[in-house]
């Protein structure tokens, strides 16, 4: 940056990060004037590499509230604009010249930012505010997911000069929801303590209701669940985020109790909200299921069709395309979407699976047996029951497709017909 623009300075709290804070720091480190990292009682080396990387390293007692740490490192801050990640996420290069603008564009506030949550079971994307000027009247709340929204609207109640962008290409890639990640640090029992904590203070607060009933989800206490989303519902101060998300979590709830009627209407519902459309992946995708499993395929293709517009590398939506294409016999439309969704994941066993199975409906033996065999090699590792229930299905046919060793089927092509498949 040059000595007139605007300075940007990283916030961060942290505590035993030593496995991820470098790669964190590494994506920011010439993009940003200064590192802020507030340690909240580390016992491993995340101390010292945060001061080996240049950092401004501060210590703060852990009280179980987020916010309160987080406001405590913006204390420290001296730039003109805060840029907010946690050490297990990752700042998108192609973000940085976008922030750069930004940054010196008269009377903006915040610039949203896209999250892409790598190993989220559901949805793939996220909306956070963690690009903002530094004003003294900005600061977090909530104990857990804390956010300056709050101080953000009160602000503008007062100063509506101010504007708020959003940034729609993915800025932040976040790998902090891993089963290994949140096992390893309890992030689960750490976040339904300080939710709970919140919610019995301010029992209607839409946000909090969103966040700790799709938790209460995870854990499988459905009827808990439902009662926090509805009830979150009723907030008339509820943003079209929150309402989406309510009513999201409220379509995946009554999925699991299987009331099918129900979870359309609020996937309907969650996808009538004036979001962005990434962020809707999940709701397309999950209401795409339930109507393909009701037979209803036109529909379940356009849901489908949604999620790969919304997001072109979304491997699932590719397959679950082919399932449509496959159902309806389609095999000239579905074999380009399994292979679509192998190429953009190489270790999908199922998109194997089906697509060796397409081939073999268009009489392709031979190749058809080559990618149920590859589909073997992978569920050998990933599934094992499933791997020994599709030998064993294959067997009972008369098939003996050949063995593939991993590394061999990520490292394969895919293989091509003399000729073109032909419809049906």
């Known amino acids: 940056m040059t000595e ?15 496995q991820s804070l470098a790669a964190c720091l590494d994506t920011v480190k010439d993009i940003v004037d200064e590192m802020v990292i507030l340690d909240t009682g580390s016992s491993d080396k995340t101390p010292d590499i945060a001061q080996e990387y240049g950092a401004k ?13 987080r406001n405590e490192a913006l204390k420290y801050v001296t730039g003109d ?3 907010v990640l946690d050490a297990d996420e990752r700042l998108h290069p192609s973000a940085k010249n976008f922030i750069r603008v930004a940054m010196v564009e008269e009377n903006l506030l915040v610039l949203n930012l896209v999250r ?8 793939p994307y996220s909306l956070t505010s963690r690009l903002f000027r530094n004003h003294p009247k900005i600061q977090f709340s909530r104990p857990y997911h804390a956010l300056v929204d709050d101080s953000v609207v009160q602000l503008l109640e007062k100063e509506p000069q101010w504007r708020i962008r959003t940034l729609p290409n993915v800025a932040i890639v976040h790998f902090g929801y891993s089963p290994h990640s949140i096992a390893a640090k309890d992030k689960h029992e750490r976040a339904k303590a300080a939710m709970e904590s919140y919610i019995a203070e301010h029992p209607e607060d ?6 700790l009933g799709a938790l209460y989800l995870d854990e499988g206490k459905k009827d808990e669940a439902i009662k926090l989303l509805q009830k979150g519902l009723k907030d008339p101060n509820s943003d079209p985020l929150v309402t989406y998300e309510l009513n999201y979590h409220l379509g995946n709830a009554y999925t699991r109790k299987n009331k099918t009627n129900q979870a359309i209407v609020h996937y309907q519902a969650a996808l009538s909200q004036n979001v962005l459309e990434a962020l809707k992946l999940g709701a397309y995708n999950n209401l795409g299921s339930l109507l393909f499993a009701a037979g209803e395929n036109t529909m379940a293709q356009r849901c489908f069709a949604a999620t790969v517009k919304a997001d072109p590398t979304f491997a699932p939506g590719y397959y679950n395309l082919g399932m449509v294409f496959r159902a309806e016999s389609n095999f000239k439309e579905a074999i380009p979407a399994y292979e679509k969704a192998i190429k953009l994941k190489p270790d999908y066993a199922q998109a194997y699976q089906n697509l060796g199975v397409a081939w073999l409906k268009c009489g392709k033996m031979n190749l058809g047996l080559e990618y149920l ?3 073997v090699a992978l569920l050998e590792t990933q599934n094992l029951l499933e791997a020994q229930r599709l030998r064993q299905e294959l067997k009972e046919m008369g098939f003996d497709p050949p063995q593939y060793r991993v590394e061999a089927v990520l490292e394969s092509p895919i293989s091509k017909p003399q000729e073109e498949a032909a419809n049906g």
């Open 4 to 18: 007139s623009s605007p300075k940007l300075s990283l916030c961060m709290i942290v505590k035993d990060e030593e």
């Open 57 to 69: 390293l501060h210590h703060f007692q852990w009280c179980n509230d987020f916010a309160a740490a």
């Open 81 to 83: 604009w805060v840029l």
């Open 116 to 123: 892409k949550e790598v190993g989220a079971s559901q949805s």
């Open 206 to 211: 839409a946000y909090v209701c969103s966040k």
């Open 373 to 375: 065999g590859k589909a």
